[in-house]
């Protein structure tokens, strides 16, 4: 029975821990949050701005409102492909921008989850991966600005 209820981060992700990160970065309201899992990190940060996963899967819990994909249990608009995280990317505004990955427990969940361009995305020099998760898995990335000449 107590193999059952283990509850500790070999079995779970560190989503907590993320939000506590970020928390302690003190957040600008100019700041852009991305999440993959956004209805946790939605609980523990108040909201977040963007919810990252691939269409094919978020089409399941979504709700399409003027040709905008929301997520139906928080209302978070979705990035669905590597070409519309790019687009919020490669806006010009004054904060930062962090990504919370959701530490899948499988690969084939993480490769369906990050589909279309996704994944390239999150591979790339772009994002700085500046926190890792007490359970190894969980990242935040924030985008790398270029520096002022």
């Known amino acids: 029975a107590w193999q059952a209820a283990r509850n500790n981060y070999d079995d779970h992700p560190d989503h907590k821990g993320a939000a506590e990160f970020l928390e302690s970065l003190k957040l600008a309201s100019t700041d852009i949050v991305i999440a993959e899992d956004s209805i946790v990190?939605?609980?523990?940060l108040g909201k977040v701005n963007y919810r990252l996963q691939s269409i094919e899967v978020a089409k399941n819990n979504s709700v399409l409102r003027d040709?905008?994909?929301y997520g139906q249990y928080t209302g978070t608009p979705i990035i669905g492909t590597g070409r519309q995280l790019e687009a919020v990317l490669d806006l010009k505004l004054p904060g930062n921008i962090y990504i919370i990955s959701e530490a899948q427990s499988s690969e084939r969940l993480s490769q369906r989850n990050r589909r279309d361009g996704i994944a390239e995305l999150l591979e790339s020099d772009r994002l700085e991966v500046i926190y890792i998760g007490r359970d190894h898995k969980t990242k935040i990335w924030k985008l790398r600005r270029p520096r002022a000449s």
């Open 41 to 44: 990190q939605t609980y523990y």
């Open 67 to 69: 040709g905008v994909l």
